[in-house]
């Protein structure tokens, strides 16, 4: 299909973004990426190598840490989606955030989001996770910067936050 | 002096990380305009080919497509860039000289659209011989990438024992030499020994893209530009379109990566050549495949020949470097220079001889990347260190030692002292590693490594400007551009600490060339060294303005003052300064303001010209295991150290370290683009890997030295490339530790390892 019947043919996403509800009508193949950067303006959500490999996209869909520019719209219709600007609380970043930001888990800071968001699903899983499934896991996104050891110390340092705040 | 709390030496977050960690950081991917369209562009599938037509009229008729650009479109353009040689067309004239080279370009309401009209151009190539790889680029009778009249260019000029020369021969666009001490010194050698050496090549993978919006309606150029080097860009962008610098601004927002790549002209000509024809706003932002095809690493060949004396001096070392420059120069000039002028390492030599050509290949141009040469050298240098080591029955550690220069010592007559104790670094990773008294389990070993580059880049003006308000924020504006190496942190810390205020009222404006003030670049590990030297000048200045200003308020001299968290300290009272400026200029306000510039004095006397500003030092340690089996290599432990001087923050200087070095660990071990047949197979994220969090070593330390040596505010020096020069050459020297197996060909795959083996085992024939 051309682009451009491709645009025409347009669907209508209802979705539910950091706890507010929307209804987006896109063209049907938008990306949820594409979605959340270009409809609502959400630029936290990082666009970069747009085959579900850096993970610098990642957003949680009903919890669950995905590329954003690999999932349609359409396919989030009636989901709960998080990216990282539902993380701060009231303008002030949240814990996993703070943590980044107090061990210096990021440099460039265009995977800062997608790792926030990956950290975010591993906490829920695992509020104290060992080494092995802190690697296993960042291991799904692309840091070029920091050699990864200020993110690892990161997320054990998020989990100390997340416990001491309950 | 009254005792007060320091900034610098902060453990505290960095400025930019609020907005990072929250996700509000601004990139140029993130600028939109009103009206903008979309730009795409028609690569070659051609390695080399002549350009016989183009017809794109059934492009233009594609719905949402705004302008199509070819060749046609270039009139009254200089239309060609590039550093020391102009050479890289906006769109292909005559003819396409790599599998990537832009052939024509769309702008459209969408990406989708301008996609959907790029199909639609025709093109007719004639085929030509393509020149692959550096062999086939230099063999006898080869087809060459520039017939005929060469691109014009320039070479800068040197000092002592320095030359280079544009076009030597076919296919070679510049060869940097140098030369010092008398050759005589041969005849003196016990032992003369050559290996070469083969450096594969990375791509940069910078998570942010390529990308530039411009607008170019009316009279101005505007561009929001992810960039390294916003005024040479500014240059660039005037002298190919014609127009006068104070015509084009360039905005750089945060830029989510660089690594050397983001310099000069990428995505901006064609983005400001599309607006022009459109009269809209243009954004062209690059794909990853698309980043694959632009700008790589330097591949090379290195031939080393090193003479020494039977007890271990060294007494001469020659050097022959070919580095596959790709189709187009680049900065292959200036990474030729100091791949060059870097490879003796830093040692006592009585004779060097070196040079490097660039070797034009049908391939991705290759341009800066981190490391800058050095990383090449010194794979090549310090691999043949201990291979010279074992075949003498010594211990690499030893040979080391005996030869490394003193510290002030000059790297080459006519240079500047080495600010480091190379010995200390040294002993430092050798401890951390256990090197010394290390075992002899099978398969298993160490190895040292010393990474080697003049920092802080020649030729490098620096400007700043620092200015407090009446309440005492301090604004401090520089062209330094926030790449992720922390420079807007360090640099606020300078400003800190010689106004004396806390660091978290010191903020770092953005960076737009018609407001801030004059550099060459972000590159070159010179943000410290050079720019914080201009940071410095410049904070000293508003200070002493503040103090005169004070001075005269309260009847003294400015001698008598002292800042103090924005009062002035006179014997033992603190007078504040609010109310004395508001006395003075009224309650609108007024700003202290400061200028400062530095550059490193030229001097004939030394080889590039200028002395080097700072001497950054990598030195790393491995231990690895290496299954005989299947050539695997284990990296148990891996010990980077890199020496800052001073730490203006401990967390940035840490982060540079630790991510420099395991680029350097991809590149040892499995980080490469791969061609075949002339073609790059792996040019995308799914299949170009780079590391991941399950690829560290399972022990992975920095250490971070501040030796307090350094040029830079306060003894500092820079950071960010060290740690990744001598890592692959560490891996490979703890390889033969452990199996008496060399490899001289990076990466180290199984493959390769398991070959060496074969033949460290096999009796010789």
């Not at chain 2, 004396?309 to 007494?315: H, K």
């Not at chain 2, 030599?349 to 660039?358: D, F, P, Y």
């Not at chain 2, 009272?573 to 400061?594: C, I, N, Q």
């Not at chain 2, 203006?648 to 991809?666: C, D, I, S």
Request: charged share 25%; net charge negative; aromatic share 6%.
């Amino acid at each position: 299909m051309s682009a451009d019947r491709a645009a025409a043919h347009r669907i209508t996403v209802d979705v539910e973004v950091d706890g507010r509800r929307r209804r987006e009508e896109v063209p049907a193949n938008t990306v949820l990426l594409d979605l959340l950067r270009d409809r609502m303006g959400n630029t936290g959500v990082k666009a970069s190598c747009e085959r579900g490999v850096c993970g610098a996209c990642t957003t949680l869909i009903d919890g669950v840490p995905t590329a954003s520019c690999s999932v349609f719209a359409f396919s989030v219709d009636g989901c709960s989606v998080e990216t990282v600007a539902g993380q701060a609380e009231a303008g002030e970043p949240g814990p996993v955030q703070r943590a980044f930001a107090e061990c210096g888990g990021f440099q460039c800071g265009y995977c800062t989001p997608g790792m926030v968001m990956l950290t975010t699903a591993l906490l829920r899983e695992h509020p104290e996770p060992t080494e092995e499934q802190v690697r296993e896991w960042i291991s799904s996104n692309i840091c070029r910067c920091t050699g990864y050891r200020m993110i690892i110390d990161s997320v054990h340092r998020a989990a100390e936050l997340i416990r001491e705040e309950a | 002096m009254t005792a007060r709390p320091s900034a610098f030496g902060s453990t505290a977050p960095r400025k930019d990380a609020k907005l990072k960690v929250t996700g509000a950081a601004r990139y140029t991917a993130d600028v939109t305009l009103p009206g903008m369209l979309h730009a795409k562009v028609l690569r070659s599938p051609h390695a080399h080919a002549r350009l016989v037509t183009v017809d794109a009229r059934r492009a233009r008729e594609v719905p949402g497509v705004h302008a199509v650009l070819t060749r046609d479109d270039l009139g009254g353009l200089d239309a060609v860039f590039g550093y020391f040689i102009k050479d890289q067309p906006i769109v292909a004239t005559d003819r396409v000289r790599h599998v990537g080279d832009p052939v024509a370009a769309v702008a459209a309401e969408s990406e989708a659209a301008a996609l959907e009209a790029l199909a639609l151009i025709d093109v007719e190539y004639e085929v030509l011989d393509a020149v692959p790889d550096v062999d086939a680029a230099l063999a006898e009778g080869a087809a060459e990438l520039f017939p005929g009249d060469k691109p014009r260019g320039v070479v800068p000029p040197y000092g002592a024992g320095a030359s280079a020369e544009l076009w030597p021969r076919p296919n070679v666009c510049y060869e940097f030499r140098y030369e010092t001490g008398s050759e005589d010194v041969w005849e003196r050698c016990d032992h003369v020994f050559e290996d070469t050496f083969v450096f594969s090549r990375m791509n940069h993978f910078h998570l942010e893209p390529f990308v530039t919006v411009a607008d170019a309606r009316g009279d101005r150029i505007e561009v929001w530009s992810s960039t390294q080097n916003p005024f040479p860009l500014r240059k660039e962008i005037a002298r190919v379109f014609r127009v006068e610098e104070s015509s084009v601004r360039v905005n750089v927002p945060f830029v989510g990566g660089g690594f050397g790549a983001k310099h000069n002209c990428k995505t901006e000509p064609v983005a400001i050549l599309l607006s022009k024809l459109t009269g809209r706003p243009v954004r062209h932002c690059l794909t990853t495949e698309e980043g694959f095809l632009t700008l790589s690493q330097h591949a090379a060949v290195l031939r080393v020949r090193t003479g020494l004396l039977a007890d271990g001096t060294f007494l001469a070392r020659e050097s022959e470097v070919l580095l596959d420059a790709g189709a187009y120069t680049d900065g292959s000039p200036l990474v030729a220079e100091k791949a060059g002028y870097r490879i003796p390492g830093p040692y006592r030599w009585e004779h060097v001889r070196s040079s490097c050509a660039c070797v034009m290949t049908s391939t991705t141009p290759a341009g800066p990347f981190r490391g800058f040469g050095a990383t090449q050298a010194t794979w090549a240098s310090e691999s043949q260190i201990d291979m010279i080591a074992r075949r003498l029955g010594m211990d690499p550690y030893d040979l080391r030692v005996k030869n490394l220069r003193a510290l002030g010592e000059p790297f080459m007559p006519g240079e500047s002292g080495i600010d480091s104790d190379l010995v200390e670094g040294l002993d430092l990773v050798a401890a951390e590693l256990g090197y010394h008294g290390r075992g002899s389990a099978p398969n298993r070993g160490m190895g040292l490594a010393i990474g080697f580059k003049d920092g802080g880049g020649v030729n490098k003006p620096a400007q700043a400007r620092v200015k407090v308000n009446a309440t005492g924020q301090v604004f401090v504006s520089t062209g330094a551009v926030e790449i992720g190496q922390g420079i807007s942190t360090a640099l606020c810390l300078v400003a800190a600490e010689v106004l004396g205020v806390p660091p978290e009222r010191v903020s770092y404006a953005p960076v737009s060339t018609d407001t801030s003030p004059f550099d060459q670049g972000t590159n070159a590990s010179s943000g410290m060294t050079v720019m914080g030297r201009a940071v410095q000048l410049a904070a000293e200045q508003a200070r002493d303005r503040v103090l005169e200003f004070a001075a005269g308020h309260l009847g003294c001299e400015p001698a008598d003052l002292e800042l103090a968290d924005w009062g002035v300290r006179l014997k033992e009272t603190v007078h504040p300064l609010p109310p004395m400026v508001a006395a003075v200029f009224g309650g609108t306000g007024y700003e202290f303001s400061g200028d400062g510039f530095f550059k490193a004095p030229n001097s004939h006397e030394a080889p590039l010209e200028a002395p080097c500003v700072f001497w950054e030092i990598g030195w790393a340690g491995a231990e690895v295991e290496v299954d005989p089996e299947t050539g695997a290599v284990t990296v148990l432990k891996l010990v980077a150290s890199g020496d800052v001087g001073r730490a203006a923050n401990k967390l940035v200087v840490r982060g540079q370290e630790e991510g420099a070095a395991l680029m350097g660990y991809g590149q040892a071990l499995f980080e490469e683009m791969r061609y075949e047949d002339g073609v790059l197979v792996n040019g995308e994220a799914l299949d170009y890997r780079v590391p991941m969090a399950e690829d560290l070593p399972a022990s992975f330390v920095s250490v971070s030295q501040e030796q307090g040596h350094g040029p830079g505010p306060f003894g500092s020096k820079g950071a960010g490339e060290g740690t990744m020069v001598p890592i692959a050459a560490a891996i490979a020297n703890a390889v033969q530790d452990a199996t008496g197996a060399r490899v001289t060909t990076l990466p180290l795959t199984p493959e390769r390892v398991f070959r060496a083996l074969r033949e460290a085992t096999s009796p010789a024939v």
